[in-house]
């Protein structure tokens, strides 16, 4: 049995690498969203207290609960499709940390 260990460590710098630059995008792309959707419901809330629209907040934070179960459906089929390398889920912690 013969083992390659150029490959094997060529695999696990290509997907420490690729779960590094992926945790750092996921996560600045998370606090982009999170700024715009925060924006946007203080814009709401604002109008409201000015009296412009009227706003039914039982339904707005169940819509938002619901959006919210999703994204983590959503995040846990993308988790069981990424290869389940050790290197890609530590490159991803230290580019979440870092972004």
């Given at each position: 049995m013969d083992l390659?260990?150029?490959?094997?460590?060529?695999d696990v710098g290509v997907w420490g690498i690729v779960g590094l630059i992926t945790g750092y995008a996921l996560k600045k792309l998370l606090k982009l969203t999170m700024a715009l959707i925060g924006a946007?419901?203080?814009?709401?809330?604002?109008?409201?207290?000015?009296g412009v629209i009227t706003?039914?907040?039982?339904k707005l934070f169940n819509l938002a609960s619901n959006i919210t179960q999703q994204v983590i459906?959503?995040?846990q089929k993308v988790v069981g499709i990424l290869p389940g390398t050790g290197s890609f889920v530590a490159g991803f912690y230290i580019g979440f940390k870092k972004g």
């Open positions: 390659n260990l150029n490959g094997i460590i060529g946007y419901i203080l814009s709401l809330f604002y109008l409201q207290q000015k706003i039914n907040t039982d459906g959503l995040g």
